[in-house]
């Protein structure tokens, strides 16, 4: 290898050149050629030995280290996460995708499949309105139409539903008010016959009750007698009323007493026989009554009240009437009263 500087051969080794003294370690060193080997100066010069040139061998410079490529990463596979294949059906695999139909329904109400009971509450409710002039079935139909209609409230039909609900409420308070004026008008009437029966009603005064019975019967009564009879010969209506004593009687033998006195007034009845007996009350006392009927169609109610009075303690009262006609004994009782 020659010097830089002077080119004259180099001995091996040297770190001057022998011809001209260059100092060789700082000549750049080639990667692709030998470099000499560069001595490491120190703080004083020395002295150039004149020796002959010797020829340094270069040596190989280490080599860089290749970089390798990176190899290609796998990624990971997550077949056990896989989810599992669908089961096509034959039938439906190739046919082409419907949407779903989705239904008209308001937000944040759901169907509930009572839409035909929304209908059934307006129309329900229209009737009731129709009917209003009869106040029982209207109660009815207000209470069906209102149950429907509440049931129905969040179907998609709730305009429907609401509107039967409301219709209902409307049925029914017409209804109330109808029955209540139904009730005034009959207590209105019940007054009114009251006091018109009360007029046509004549007062029978005894030591033992007061009593009234209709003004067109004749009254046969022996003065200071809790006994009397009243007929009406034209509608053949008859009271009869006796006060007797019966030694021991009590509200435990009132009835064997009764029947045996009923059955002497059948005996002497033209085909008399007894249609009912039980035992009952009259005016707040006990009683037993018995129910009498006749060949000729009339009828009548004969009582036994056990009642202790100035003159003895059986009551018997009888009413009978022709055939069609009432012949209970709610007239005389409503107006009578004990002394």
Known sequence: ???????????????????????????????????????TPSSTPAAVPSVSPTVITPQQPPQPATPTEPSAVTPPQ??????????????????????????????GKPPTGHGRLAIAALVIGIVGIVCFWIPFLDAILGIVAIVFGVVSLRSHRHGLALTGTILG???????????????????Q???????????TLQT???????????KAMKLTQTAGSCTFQATDVTSGEMYLVKVISVPGLTTT?????????????????????????????????????????????????LDYVYKATAQGDLVAIMHTQRSGKDYSLSTIENNWSWR
Not at 4 to 31: E, I, M, R, S, Y
Not at 172 to 184: A, N, P
Not at 189 to 199: E, G, H, P, R
């Open 204 to 214: 029978i005064s005894t030591p033992c009750y007061v009593a009234k019975i209709p």
């Open 169 to 187: 409420s409307l049925v029914i308070l017409i209804s109330l008010v109808w029955i209540g004026w139904i009730g005034h008008i009959a207590s």
């Open 1 to 39: 290898m020659p010097c830089p500087n002077c080119h004259q051969p180099l001995t091996p080794g040297a770190t001057f050149c022998g011809n001209c003294g260059f100092k060789l370690d700082t000549v750049p060193v080639n990667p692709s050629t030998p470099q000499a080997a560069t001595p």
């Open 189 to 199: 009437q019940n007054k009114t016959n009251a006091n018109s029966s009360s007029a």
């Open 253 to 301: 033998n009132l009835p064997a007493g009764a029947q045996t006195d009923a059955r002497n007034v059948i005996n002497a009845t033209p085909g008399g026989t007894i249609a009912n007996e039980h035992s009952d009350s009259f005016v707040n006392n006990p009683a037993y009554t018995v129910t009498l009927t006749a060949s000729d169609g009339s009828a009548g109610t």
């Open 78 to 107: 997550f077949s056990q996460f896989s989810p599992s294949p669908v089961p096509t059906d034959p039938l439906t695999e190739n046919a082409p995708f419907t949407p779903p139909q989705m239904a008209n329904v308001p937000i």
